[in-house]
C-alpha cells in the first residue's frame, strides 16, 4: 500500500514519455515514388520535395496536462495513506523533469525547426540554433534541486514551478493549431520569439522571486483572492481566445506574484 502514492508519481513519468513520443511525430519528411521508393524532386527548384505529415504534437499536450494533474494529486494521496517519503519526493522531482522539462523542450525544438523550415534552406538549419530549446529541461533540473535541498519552510514557490511552465509550453501546439489569429501565428514561427521566451523562462524557474503557492497555514481571503483572480482569468477568457487563455492566465499568475505582499 506505501507503494501507491509512487505508482501515481511513475505515472506522470509515464506520461511524460508517451508526450515525448508524440512530439517527435510530426515534422517534415521526404515524399517518396511510391513505385520505386525514390526521391521526387520538386522541378521549381530542382531540390527534394517534401510534405508535411500529420501533426500529432497537440497530444503531446495532452498527455502533459494529464502528468500535471497526477502530479498535484500524488502528494494528498501520500499524505492521505500516510505514505510520504524521501524516495517518493525524488521519484516527483524525476519525473517532472521529464514531464515538464524534456518534454516541454522538445516542444520548442519543434517550433524552431518549423521556424526555421519557413526560411530558404531552413531544413538545413545547424543543429546550435536549436540547442538553446534544451536550457529550459536544464533550467528546470536545476530549480527542482534546489528545490530539494531547501529546507527553510514557505508559503510560497522560489521561481515558477516547474509544472507552470510545462502546461504553458503544452499550450502552445494547441495554439498554433486552432487559433484564427494570423498574427499569433507568425509569432509562433518566429525563431526569435522563442529564444527570448526561452531565456525568459529559464530565468524564471531558477529565480528567487516568491511566487503564489496554494501552501497556507490557516487560509484567509486575502491568501485565496489571488487564486481566484487567476480562475476567473481563465475561465472567461477561455470562451474568447480559446487555448490563448492559458499563456494569458500564466502571466496573471506571474504579475500577482510579483505583487503579491503575502507570499514573502
Do not use: H
Not at 545547424?126 to 530549446?133: K, Q, S, V
Not at 533540473?141 to 502546461?167: C, M, Q
Request: net charge neutral; charged share 10%.
Amino acid at each position: 500500500m506505501k507503494q501507491i502514492p509512487n505508482l501515481f508519481t511513475l505515472l506522470n513519468l509515464f506520461f511524460g514519455c508517451i508526450a515525448i513520443v508524440y512530439i517527435l511525430q510530426p515534422g517534415l519528411v521526404p515524399l517518396y515514388n511510391s513505385a520505386d521508393l525514390t526521391l521526387i524532386p520538386d522541378v521549381t527548384d530542382l531540390g527534394t520535395q517534401y510534405v508535411s505529415i500529420p501533426e500529432q504534437m497537440f497530444m503531446a499536450s495532452l498527455f502533459i496536462g494529464l502528468a500535471a494533474v497526477i502530479d498535484f494529486f500524488d502528494g494528498f494521496v501520500a499524505r492521505w495513506m500516510k505514505a510520504t517519503s524521501a524516495i517518493g519526493a525524488q521519484l516527483d522531482s524525476l519525473a517532472d523533469v521529464v514531464s515538464f522539462g524534456v518534454a516541454p523542450s522538445l516542444i520548442i525544438y519543434q517550433f524552431l525547426r518549423l521556424s526555421f523550415a519557413q526560411q530558404d534552406n531552413g531544413l538545413d538549419v545547424n543543429m546550435i540554433f536549436l540547442m538553446p530549446a534544451f536550457l529550459i529541461a536544464c533550467a528546470g533540473a536545476y530549480r527542482l534541486a534546489r528545490f530539494n535541498i531547501d529546507t527553510e519552510n514557505t508559503t510560497y514557490f522560489k521561481g515558477v514551478p516547474i509544472p507552470a511552465n510545462g502546461l504553458l509550453i503544452a499550450s502552445f501546439p494547441l495554439i498554433y493549431w486552432t487559433n484564427n489569429y494570423t498574427i499569433v501565428t507568425e509569432v509562433l514561427i518566429n525563431p526569435w520569439f522563442w529564444y527570448a521566451f526561452i531565456l525568459l523562462l529559464s530565468w524564471l524557474m531558477i529565480s528567487n522571486k516568491p511566487m503564489l503557492a496554494l501552501k497556507f497555514s490557516n487560509i484567509n481571503a486575502k491568501k485565496i483572492l489571488p487564486f481566484i483572480i487567476i480562475a476567473i482569468v481563465a475561465i472567461v477568457s477561455s470562451f474568447f481566445i480559446q487555448w490563448l487563455a492559458v499563456p494569458l492566465s500564466f502571466l496573471v499568475y506571474v504579475i500577482l506574484s510579483l505583487l503579491n505582499k503575502q507570499s514573502t
